[in-house]
């Protein structure tokens, strides 16, 4: 599906892919959900991603140092802020009536911190390749989100329609940018389990805003082959 075929980071994306396929597998059919369970599932996405999705890929800038990569997250930030995004997803919450409350920040706060410890160690490969996995589950989700507003009386659709079809573009530059900084390290180009950490901890926590009653999930495909993240996500 990526535009270069066996290249350094297709056994990456096989990977990531199917992470994306059983997190939108798992998602609650809209038709069960009462109302307040649709309201609150926009709401703690909203939560999640207004204020951080610009913060997390501006540490993904800081952490790189190939001028490949440097260029591809800025044109990915520069359309972030040029555009406004995080405006444009608080006028989706808002006219679904989903704009989060301090229930929805709090039912989602400690996977978030989790989050924000992994970012905070600018882990460059890592945390490329959490966004890229990020942006590839964030276009897979947007006819659910869609469908979900349309259940709450909203027709607004300026998010989910930019972001359905920009952030395809986003992911295959986010792997042109995880390659280049791989190759920056040639010994360390094999996949190891350690390399998912920011992908399991942002996996995490999408699973908690799908499922914010679950405690712990299995994480059938990551689980078999990823390590426990290091102590400081305790
Ligand atoms: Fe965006």
């Known amino acids: ?9 297709t056994p990456i994306q096989e990977h990531i892919d199917r992470a994306i396929g059983e997190l939108i597998a798992s998602l ?3 038709e069960q959900l009462v109302p307040d369970e649709r309201r609150a ?6 939560a999640v991603l207004e204020g951080n999705f610009i913060y997390w890929m501006t540490a993904a800038r800081l952490a790189v140092a190939s001028d490949e990569a440097k260029a591809i997250i800025e044109d990915n930030l520069r359309e972030e802020v040029r555009d406004n995004h995080p405006g444009m997803l608080r006028r989706f919450a808002l006219a679904a009536h989903a704009a989060p409350t301090d229930a ?8 978030l911190e989790n989050v924000r410890l992994f970012v905070a160690d600018l882990s460059a490969v890592k945390i490329v390749l959490m966004m890229a996995f990020f942006e590839g ?45 791989m190759l920056r390290k040639p010994d360390v180009v094999e996949p190891t389990p ?6 399991k901890v942002l996996r995490t926590l999408i699973e908690n805003v799908i499922h914010p009653n679950r405690v712990t999930s299995p994480h059938v495909a990551l ?12």
């Open 1 to 9: 599906m990526m535009a270069h075929k066996r290249s350094l980071t």
């Open 28 to 30: 609650p059919d809209p």
């Open 41 to 46: 599932l926009i709401a703690r996405y909203a």
């Open 104 to 111: 929805d920040a709090l039912a989602v706060y400690r996977n």
């Open 137 to 181: 589950f964030i276009t897979r989700f947007m006819p659910y989100l869609a469908d979900l507003a349309d259940r709450q009386g909203s027709a607004e659709r300026q998010y989910t329609d930019v972001h359905g079809v920009v952030d395809v573009v986003h992911t295959e530059g986010l792997f042109r940018a995880l390659e280049a900084e």
């Open 194 to 199: 350690s390399l998912f950490t920011g992908v």
């Open 223 to 234: 689980e078999a082959t990823v390590a426990e993240p290091a102590a400081a996500a305790a």
